[in-house]
Every structure is written in C-alpha cells, then in structure tokens.
C-alpha cells in the first residue's frame, strides 16, 4: 500500500511517541509538524500524510510586569516562507511577543524557537538567522544613510569591503541611493522607516520581525513600505508583522491572528476574520428624532440587531448582500419618510473585529516595557487615564 513501511518486531509504542510531532509544540528535527498529519521517522511504522515545516513556533508564553500580565499563555506558529499578521491594540502584547521571539526579553513562562532554535537556550544562534525592525526606526540621525549601512554591517561582522557592498545593495533595493549622503535628520518618516527595515536585512535574514512598521507613516509612505515588504516576501523571507491596522493586515498577512490583554483570541484569513464580525455593515446617521425608527427599520430589514451611537445620532446593522443590500435601505428610508444625513456602507475595522469577538472595544493598556517607562495604567477610548 502506498505510504505504508512494513514495521519491525522491535517497534513499540514509546518508540513510536518519541518519534512522532504534533503542531502544538512537539519538534522534530527542527521541523514542526502541522495538525493534518503525522510524520514518523527511523525505523518505527509510519504513514506520511502531510506536514509543515514552522519557522516561527510560540507556546504558552507568560510575561508580567508588576500587577500587568502583558501575555497570559499567547501561542502562534508561523509557517516558513509566509506572513503572520498579529493584530490588536497598542498593549495587547505585540511588542512583548517580538521582542521574546527576537530574544531581546525572556518569557517568565512557556517556549518559543526560531528555525527550531530555543530563544531562551541558544540566543546567539537565533540572531544570525533573524532581522528585526522596531516601531521606532532605530538609525543615527547625525550620520548619512549610508554611514548607517556601512556601520550596521560592521556591527554584524561584516569586513568593511562587505560591509560597503551590502549598504550599496541595500540603498539600490529600497529606492534611496539619492538620499544615500544625506543625515538621516533630512529625510522624511516614511524615507527614514525604509533604510531602518534595510537595516533589519544586513545579514539576509530567514525571519524577519516587523513591529508596527508603518506606525506614524502617511498614506503614501505606507504604501511604499507595503511595497517594499511585498518584495521580502517574494524573496522567501519568512515574516511576523505586527500591526494595529486591519487593512495592513489584510495586505500583506497570509493569516492573521488577533491578540486582546496577551492572548491569541482568533486566527485566520482576513476573509474568516470579517466573517466573525459579519463582513460589511450599513451605517445610517439620522436626526434625533428619527433614530428609534430608524434603527427598527434597518433592523426588520437586513434581520440584524441594530447598534446605536447615541451622541452621533448613528445606526449601524449587518449588511449582507453589500451594495445590494444599501439600495434596498435608501428606497425603504425613502417610503418612511425618513431622510438620512449621512449613508454609507463600512468595511470591518479593528474596533468592529475586537467588538465580535471579545465583547468590547479594544482598551489602550500601557506597560513599563511597551511604553518606555511610562507609568502603568490604562486609558479609555477618549486617551485619558483611569
């Protein structure tokens, strides 16, 4: 029979355990074996059905900061040669999670490899295999893009002759061999984000961490870096990306997963995520005096629970059907007699996601290590501390 091994007399049940691999943690051999399949090595019986091969594995990480529990058991993989986009709110534990999985902080709890390296008990190995590209670019300022290659490629131990090649390469790669003699001090957010992810690439990378990189960027420089992203990952880069944007998520991200107070609380496509919160939905801003009507009507309608914003005079309902379904609304508005300020048709946004799936709009919580020692707290949705 295709794929069966005829076992051996002396194969027992520990033998085949010890050989086996599941994808909630067990490896083998550095690879990680995804749920759809088992793979059995040596001499034990076996049927190979399928397996992946994870580049990034994290389990059941912990990490605390006084009474602030930045991750409560967070468990992800990242499957070599794709994108995990890791959504949520500034405090969920994204940073957290990079900075472990870059072995820059150790978990207080739980496991996490790189290439099927442990970060804890190898971390020298795992950094020549990784790159990595904080929220903030972490350039010098008074030195020219160039200078900046050219001293991170000695920092790696490159030979100055290398050293110079690569920041030639690089400069050429991300569009700034024009800017390459110029101080930092000169170029704009979205100039200074791309020579810092240049930076991140000094080694040539197998993984690749992006903590929020286009954080405080304008629409066109973060384009350009979703440009520019694309590419790495064209090139075979593995890469987690860590964002507060759905629609960054949804650009660049294989599979995303969703992390609220240091957990994982939702993984999949972008297209199973809007699922969650019930893809589009149709918002209607009327007057005062029209709102409780309104909100009956929308809701007969499309069959859905109506939300109301109360200070914005706003109804909102799940839009089934899309633009189909915005018609039928303005004809029914229209044979009430109610005529709408404002009516449109909204895509989920990360509020929308955090709302289906935890109950609640996404707080802002602050740490020591996230926030740079600012005080720990949280802040409600207006930015001011509790």
Do not use: C
């Amino acid at each position: 029979m295709a794929g069966a091994i005829t076992p051996k007399p002396t194969a027992t049940r520990k033998a085949t355990e010890d050989s086996t691999a599941t994808s909630r943690g067990r490896s083998l051999n550095g690879d990680f074996i995804g749920s759809e399949g088992i793979v059995i090595t040596g001499e034990v019986i076996g049927v190979v059905i399928v397996s992946k091969k994870y580049a990034v594995v994290a389990e059941n990480l912990v990490k605390t900061y006084g009474e602030t529990r930045a991750l409560d058991g967070l468990s992800l993989e990242v499957e070599e040669g794709t994108v995990l986009g890791v959504l949520g709110p500034n405090g969920a534990g994204k940073t957290t999670t990079v900075r472990i999985l870059a072995t820059l902080l150790a978990p207080d709890s739980g496991h996490a490899s790189v290439a099927g390296i442990d970060v804890v008990k190898d971390p020298q190995k795992v950094r020549e295999l990784i790159g990595l590209s904080g929220q903030y670019a972490a350039v010098d300022e008074t030195l020219t893009g160039w200078d900046n290659l050219v001293m991170f490629g000695r920092l790696y131990h490159l030979n100055i002759k290398g050293a110079k090649e690569r920041a030639t390469q690089l400069l050429e790669q991300f569009s700034l061999t024009d800017a390459a003699r110029r101080p930092i001090k000169t170029y704009s957010g979205g100039m200074r984000r791309r020579l810092d992810l240049a930076a991140s690439l000094i080694i040539k990378p197998k993984v690749l961490f992006l903590d929020e990189p286009t954080t405080g960027l304008d629409p066109r420089g973060r384009l350009e870096m979703w440009e520019v992203i694309d590419e790495l990952v064209k090139g075979g880069v593995t890469l987690l990306l860590t964002t507060q944007y759905l629609e960054e998520a949804d650009q660049l991200a294989d599979e995303i997963a969703v992390i609220d107070h240091g957990r994982v609380i939702a993984r999949g496509t972008s297209d199973s995520l809007k699922k969650e919160v019930g893809g589009e939905r149709l918002e209607v801003t009327v007057e005062q005096s029209k709102v409780a009507e309104t909100a009956k009507l929308l809701s007969e309608l499309t069959q859905s629970k109506a939300h109301i914003e109360e200070g914005l005079h706003r109804i909102s309902v799940v839009a089934h059907g899309g633009s189909a379904r915005l018609i039928e609304a303005v004809r029914a508005l229209d044979a009430a007699q109610i005529s709408p300020l404002d009516i449109g048709l909204k895509r989920p946004s990360l509020d929308d996601v955090f709302m289906s799936l935890t109950g609640h709009v996404a707080e802002e919580i602050l740490t020591e290590e996230e926030e740079g020692g600012k005080k720990k707290g949280k802040k409600d949705k207006r930015g001011k501390r509790k």
